[in-house]
């Protein structure tokens, strides 16, 4: 496939997640895929702690069931970019979202897609775990810990959307 169609599966993978339809989000991954997070985010701890997702149906649970537990209102992902060189898929997104605890949570985040014969084999995940792990503390109507100094506050704005 062409780096214009590939980014383009991503674009479309994206609109599926959101939909939350295990069926459709299933389809869009091999059996084998994987999706890899840094060790001790934030989100893998709410959850059981795996950062290291191996295997079709665990990603289905994961995007299908569990995301909707930790970023439960409000969710809102603005893409910066998708950038596609062969079978490989950067995307830079920025996500928002009210958490469990009542609390907002504000991240950038930069995902490498690796693509196998029209399905995600791969997704690389990468983001400020410092940053996260700030919101994940925070009191549901006051800022973040500072990270390196520097406070962390809630956005303000933003339309609720779909999430992945």
């Known amino acids: 496939m062409s780096a214009a169609s590939n980014k383009q599966l ?6 599926v997640f959101a939909t939350r339809d295990a069926s459709r989000v299933r389809d869009v991954f091999t059996h084998d895929a994987e999706w890899l997070a840094p060790p ?3 989100t893998s701890l709410a959850l059981d702690g795996t950062h290291h997702l ?3 149906e665990r990603i ?3 995007l299908t069931q569990e995301f909707s537990t930790v970023f439960v209102d409000d969710v809102s992902m603005d893409f910066g970019g998708f950038h596609a060189d062969g079978d490989t898929v950067v995307v830079e997104m920025r996500l928002r979202a009210t958490l469990a605890h009542g609390g907002h949570y504000d991240n950038d985040y930069c995902f490498i897609f690796e ?3 029209g399905l995600i084999r791969r997704i690389r995940e990468y983001m400020d775990t410092r940053r996260g792990a ?6 549901a109507d006051g800022p973040a810990a500072p990270v390196d100094g520097v406070p962390v506050r809630p956005s ?6 779909e999430g992945a």
């Open 134 to 139: 700030a919101w994940f503390h925070a009191p």
């Open 40 to 42: 001790g985010n934030a």
């Open 156 to 161: 303000g704005g933003g339309t609720p959307g």
């Open 60 to 62: 289905v649970r994961f």
């Open 10 to 15: 991503v674009i479309d993978a994206w609109r």
């Open 54 to 56: 191996v295997g079709r």
């Open 115 to 117: 693509l196998e014969s």
